[in-house]
């Protein structure tokens, strides 16, 4: 079945880079995402990638795609206050999407 | 644009009984999905419509219910509330078939529901 893993809990300092990482288990998805949940909101998009893509950069955010080992991660360089939230990976399978737990990136300053 | 709207935002509920929530999805979106927030199962999906139509469902008991109107606004209704369904209850839409489809949600702040 569809599956999509991710750890739980990741602390930075401020300034630092960030990296999260995603694991999924059926290779047919079509595209990956990555959102992020600020407290008492709901989801927004940060970015996506095509499955036949390996590598996206989107300012500071920069996603990996790592096909053979289904595995997705999101660098965010120069991590910030306001990044703190819940970063939830995605998979989209035809007409369904499969998100991972989310991972909770805690920001010291 | 005005995005996904959810009412009401929080509610307290006792065992047994039954709730709705709704939905109105950003204008033109004609795809509506229904997921279940929880602590310890993360994000859970519960069912999706298209034009009026169930398109998909998650693993659910029967007690969750949903349906989308002609102007794809849509309720969800939980009969028979247990205290496991105390979560945060999200909506998303999309307007799928529009050309390139990025698979983009456009989720609203959610219904956080209590049940005692």
């Known amino acids: 079945g569809e599956d999509v893993e991710q750890s739980l809990f990741l602390s930075v300092r401020e300034g630092d880079s960030s990296v999260i990482n995603c694991t999924y288990t059926d290779s047919s998805s079509t595209y990956l995402y990555w959102y992020k949940q600020e407290p008492g909101a709901g989801l927004q998009l940060l970015t996506y990638i095509f499955s036949n893509m390996d590598m996206k950069q989107d300012q500071r955010l920069t996603v990996l795609l790592n096909k053979k080992d289904k595995h997705l991660s999101l660098r965010i360089a120069d991590t910030q206050t306001g990044d703190s939230a819940i970063y939830f990976c995605?998979?989209?399978?035809?007409?369904?999407?499969?998100f991972g737990p989310g991972t909770r990136l805690s920001v010291l300053p | 644009k005005a995005g996904v709207t959810q009412t009401p935002r929080y509610l307290i509920k006792t065992r047994g009984q039954q709730v709705t929530l709704s939905c109105s999805p950003i204008?033109?979106?004609?795809?509506v999905s229904w997921y279940q927030q929880t602590p310890g199962q993360g994000l859970q999906f519960l069912f999706e419509?298209?034009?009026?139509?169930?398109?998909n469902k998650g693993n659910f008991p029967g007690r969750f219910s949903g349906r989308q109107f002609s102007n794809s606004r849509s309720e969800m209704n939980v009969s028979t509330l247990e205290l496991g369904d105390s979560a945060l209850y999200l909506c998303?839409?999309?307007?799928?078939?529009?050309?390139?489809?990025?698979?983009?949600?456009?989720f609203g702040e959610g219904s956080r529901l209590t049940v005692l």
């Open positions: 419509y298209f034009s009026e139509t169930q398109r």
């Open positions: 204008s033109g979106h004609r795809s």
């Open positions: 998303a839409s999309s307007n799928p078939g529009t050309g390139v489809f990025t698979g983009e949600l456009f």
């Open positions: 995605a998979a989209f399978y035809g007409q369904n999407f499969v």
